[in-house]
């Protein structure tokens, strides 16, 4: 016999207001269930002030593991076996900027015919694909305005690649994924060789930092954020053999992977889902290139950035509600860490909002509304103050391990810029199943001195 859950809620609660609306000249009896309804919020309260807490103290004691002495994670070897690669670039409308990019990718320490160049062209209506083609590379056209995003994008050319396999006419090892307006160091496709070869890695992310870390505040708090979040997130889980996140660009899969588990993401997060889907079904960790560096292009405007944030969080929260329960379960049968590591990194976010918990039950600790006994059920004062000291003391550092010493003084901006991620984490859980891709417009173009300070840069 099927239940219909939701009609057995409605049922008991008409049942609970019409017992309480008969008794409502008791007294007695609404002060009891005053009473009864006050201990729920408040264990509540107590609960998600405790597991904010325990999550916290968790991203903290890995963090610190991030500050210690980074030693070179990968050594030029000649005995190593080239990989042959085939480095997608995806573009929409990308024409004021795609020209660099491939400048830039024929210039990287490898072997030249180790690796390919392809552009995917996605819904182009601009001239990027006549650009491609007159820089001689390899340009594909896509043209589905039905299915626009750059996750459908990658499943055609996924599948393109496996043809040309199938027919004999290229064959790859691992494929390399990257955005048209960005800029990768010489050594990148080097050091993804090693993580590949000597590190026996399917998977891997490489560093993001930032194309245009001085153009103002917004884009300085974008590259602020990803050089602590590199230190104190990717790099520590690397030293412990955890999973980094992929990032959207930069990343990198063997040929072999996208055969077993195939592309198949359906959300706005393209690499977050992959990341999940990749730990869900194989258990194993996404390796972190720290010194392959890939330069990113920030928005600069405030709504830009917004949109752009917004979308990251309908995705996110999209897979947070597919994936985080079985990854759960999948670390409870099999012990797997990177599972529950994994299901930790989704339910990020409402983190920001459970934190809100921990401020009313200080304020009704403080104007005595609660009895003061309850903080000890909460955490230790001690624990809450090194969290807190952490939190503001550990980017800092992190800047200081990144050689970045002189935007030290830009990080309480971080801060304020990190208020607007409340409504952005709102809107995101909103708009979850909503899918309509927002292209985030790029034009910068450094000039050649810059840009060969950017390549050369491990």
């Known amino acids: 016999m099927c239940i219909n859950k939701k009609r057995v809620w409605i049922s008991l609660s008409v049942l609970f207001l019409g017992f309480t609306i008969i008794h409502f000249t008791n007294m007695d009896y609404l002060l009891y269930c005053g009473k009864v309804v006050l201990s729920i919020v408040v264990a509540l309260l107590i609960f998600f002030t405790q597991f904010q807490g325990v999550l916290s103290l968790y991203q903290v004691m890995i963090s610190l593991l991030g500050l210690l002495k980074n030693k070179k994670m990968y050594r030029v070897e000649n005995k190593l076996d080239s990989t042959r690669f085939a480095v997608l670039v995806c573009a929409h409308n990308e024409e004021s900027v795609i020209g660099q990019i491939i400048q830039n990718l024929k210039k990287v320490d490898y072997p030249k015919g180790k690796y ?13 694909a006549q650009i491609v083609r007159k820089a001689g590379v390899n340009a594909w056209e896509r043209q589905d305005p039905q299915k626009r995003g750059k996750g459908y994008g990658l499943e055609w050319m996924f599948q393109n690649l496996f043809c040309l396999e199938k027919e004999n006419k290229k064959v790859y090892d691992a494929v390399v994924i990257l955005d048209a307006d960005n800029i990768v160091s010489r050594n990148f496709l080097q050091v993804l060789n090693y993580k590949l070869v000597a590190e026996k890695y399917e998977v891997i992310q490489a560093y993001l930092d930032s194309k245009n870390p001085t153009d103002n505040w917004i884009s300085k708090s974008y590259a602020i954020a990803y050089w602590s979040t590199n230190r104190l997130y990717q790099f520590s889980r690397g030293k412990l053999g955890l999973s980094a996140q992929l990032g959207g660009t930069g990343m990198c ?6 055969k077993e588990i195939g592309w198949g993401t359906q959300s706005l ?25 890939i330069f990113d292009e920030k928005p600069t405007d405030f709504k830009i950035s917004f949109r752009q944030r917004v979308r990251w969080m309908q995705g996110h929260m999209d897979c947070m509600v597919r994936y985080s329960v079985p990854l759960l379960k999948k670390f409870l049968q099999t012990f797997n860490i990177n599972a529950l590591d994994m299901c930790i990194y989704l339910i990020q976010p409402t983190r920001t909002l459970l934190s809100v918990n921990s401020i009313i039950l200080f304020c009704l600790t403080y104007y005595e509304l609660l009895p003061s006994y309850i903080m000890p059920y909460v955490l230790s004062p001690w624990i809450w103050l090194m969290i807190a000291l952490s939190f503001y003391l550990l980017p800092i550092i992190a800047l200081i391990q990144e050689k970045q010493i002189k935007n030290v003084i830009w990080t309480p901006i971080v801060y304020i810029f990190g208020f607007s991620w409340v409504p952005i984490i709102l809107l995101g859980f909103i708009k979850r199943k909503q899918k309509v891709w927002v292209h985030t417009p790029h034009n910068r173009v450094m000039d050649k001195e810059k840009m060969l300070k950017m390549e050369e840069l491990t």
């Open 269 to 293: 997060t393209e690499d977050l889902e992959f990341t999940a889907k990749y730990i869900f079904t194989k258990g194993k960790s996404v390796g972190w290139a720290h010194e392959a560096k």
């Open 116 to 128: 390919d160049i392809h552009v995917i062209c996605d819904n182009c209506t601009d001239g990027t």
């Open 253 to 258: 899969f063997s040929m072999q992977v996208l």
